[in-house]
Every structure is written in C-alpha cells, then in structure tokens.
C-alpha cells in the first residue's frame, strides 16, 4: 500500500508564502507528481505538475507565484507558494501517479488559509 502525507499547509495574510510538502511510502522515480487544490463549493484544479523526467507545469491562475520539485532521494515533492492571495484559500492535495502501473495515489490534503 502506497501512503501520500501532505503538510506545510497554514494559515498566512495576504502576501505570505507557505511551502507544501508530499511525501510517498515508496520511490517516486518513476511517479509524475501532481499538486491539487479544492476549495469550498468548488470543483478540484490543477495547481501544479512535475513528470518524473522533472517537466513543469502549471495552473494559469499561479501567475509565476508558486514553483514545484522534487526530492527523490526523499520520496518527496514540494510546492513553494508566494505571493498568497485569499483566492488560493483551499485544501490542497498531492497525486503520486504511478505511470507504469496506471495508478493514483492521493494524500488526505494540507488546508490553506489565506486571510487578513
């Protein structure tokens, strides 16, 4: 069984930065990574990808705020978010995408609390 724990979520003013991590029970060597997010009354977005082969991409609405890696060594995958508007307020969520096997594997979410 594959477990994804995400943490780093907070709650932080306008302006702030939060770094989220997600961390897999197994190596990620060949996982692409996915970060989510799902805000109340909302449908889930995509925030941010990073392919195995370290290929990023991004939801438009990050405007060059938020940068995503990895750590495979650490079985870990990062979201640095800056600039933190409350529009970003929302759970987030890591996807480890297991590509070979056509699996995902979803963590229970960080909150992310963004208000004056």
């Known amino acids: 069984q594959v477990l994804v724990v995400e943490s780093g979520g907070g709650s932080v003013q306008p302006g702030g930065s939060l770094r989220l991590s997600c961390t897999v029970s197994?190596?990620?060597?060949?996982?692409?990574m996915h970060w989510y997010r799902q805000a109340p009354g909302k449908q889930r977005e995509l925030v941010a990808t990073?392919?195995?082969?370290?290929?990023?991409k991004y939801g438009s609405f990050t405007m060059g705020r938020f940068v995503i890696s990895r750590d495979n060594a650490e079985n870990t995958a990062y979201l640095q978010m800056n600039n933190l508007q409350p529009e970003d307020t929302a759970v987030y969520l890591c996807?480890?995408?297991?590509?070979?096997?056509?699996?995902?594997?979803w963590g229970q979410g960080t909150q992310v609390t963004v208000s004056s």
């Open positions: 996807d480890a995408q297991d590509v070979w096997a056509a699996a995902h594997y």
């Open positions: 197994s190596t990620i060597k060949s996982y692409d």
């Open positions: 990073i392919t195995r082969g370290g290929t990023m």
